[in-house]
């Protein structure tokens, strides 16, 4: 079993940065993804970035894409996102979440342990 434990998120003004973290323990395996998702209210989860756990390939969302970094801290156990050019459009949950299976596609049924989830909110 993955246990992941998020922290971070909060109220940013649009433009601004922040950077949410997600602590992985319990058992993982390097050919893990990982994977940060978002769900605004009365709308489906959506996938933002992935990153394999053991390559360090990163993959993106094209409405984040420049703009968000997804990496990961072996020694801590964790798994960052970091947030530039925040926009109003990106308010939602954010939710961290890992699978085992590497290919197919990143809609958010394909993985299997997830956060709790955190809450961001961009202020125009």
């Known amino acids: 079993q993955v246990q992941l434990v998020e922290s971070g998120g909060g109220l940013v003004q649009a433009g601004g940065s922040l950077r949410l973290s997600c602590e992985v323990s319990?058992?993982?395996?390097?050919?893990?993804?990982m994977g940060w998702f978002r769900q605004a209210p009365g709308k489906e989860r959506e996938f933002v970035a992935a990153?394999?756990?053991?390559?360090?390939?990163?993959y993106y969302a094209d409405s984040v894409k420049g703009r968000f970094t997804i990496s990961r801290d072996n020694a801590k156990n964790t798994v960052y996102l970091q947030m530039n050019s925040l926009k109003p459009e990106d308010t939602a949950v954010y939710y961290c979440?890992?699978?085992?299976?590497?290919?197919?596609?990143?809609?958010?049924?394909?993985?299997?342990?997830w956060g709790q989830g955190t809450q961001v909110t961009v202020s125009s």
């Open positions: 979440s890992a699978r085992a299976r590497s290919g197919g596609s990143y809609y958010y049924t394909t993985f299997d342990y």
């Open positions: 990153i394999r756990w053991g390559s360090g390939n990163t």
């Open positions: 319990g058992r993982t395996f390097s050919s893990y993804t």
